[in-house]
């Protein structure tokens, strides 16, 4: 048995001034988001966090009202970008490093992971987490990226899927399966609600 609540960040300034924290709108957010979670958590928890401010400013403010402590695991983060990036707006970074004929396999820009590297990374951290918390509920704090991905893990849905997803901030997305998370065949997992804000 496995239990996954997969939280998208609150509101943050990334995408105008570079990985930033969240906005004070992005903080009432997580702090309304953490008072639903404890309202409705009575068992065991767990909370994991991506590496980016935006998520672990989240994650903390969600831990620290449910009384245990935030774990980074990286491969929770949304793309994985050059270092010459890091506090450029998502505009400066197309122009800087974007290149033609990015896609599923091929970066859309010069140093990033493809699609599929960044679905891997976060479809095998999803599922460790899955397998070492079998008897917890885990609450792992990332991004949009981070949802969509569990929907190849999770759903068994194709790579290039051929739906988008809106994942609203400070949202949860739920998986759980009855089975073993580390079973063969693998298990049958349920989308129990997505991009819920209640």
Request: proline letters at 5%; glycine letters at 10%; aromatic letters at 8%.
């Amino acid at each position: 048995m496995a239990r996954l609540l997969l939280v998208r960040h609150g509101e943050s300034d990334h995408t105008l001034r570079g990985p930033e924290g969240l906005t004070a709108a992005g903080r009432r957010q997580a702090e309304d988001l953490a008072g639903r979670l404890v309202a409705e958590e009575h068992g065991p928890v767990v909370v994991y966090s991506s590496a980016e401010v935006r998520a672990i400013d989240t994650a903390a403010v969600i831990a620290d009202r449910l009384g245990v402590s935030a774990t980074r695991d990286c491969g929770l983060c949304t793309w994985h970008t050059p270092p010459a990036a890091t506090g450029l707006t998502a505009a400066e970074f197309q122009r800087r490093f974007g290149i033609e004929g990015g896609g599923v396999f091929r970066p859309f820009e010069a140093g990033n992971e493809t699609w599929a590297e960044l679905v891997l990374r976060v479809s095998r951290a999803l599922l460790e987490l899955a397998a070492r918390h079998r008897d917890r509920t885990v609450i792992a704090v990332g991004h949009a990226e981070t949802v969509e991905a569990s929907f190849v893990a999770f759903g068994n849905q194709p790579l290039l899927r051929a739906f988008d997803l809106a994942v609203a901030p400070a949202s949860v997305t739920e998986w759980a399966t009855e089975g073993d998370p580390t079973g063969w065949p693998l298990p049958r997992w349920t989308l129990r609600r997505f991009s819920a804000l209640s």
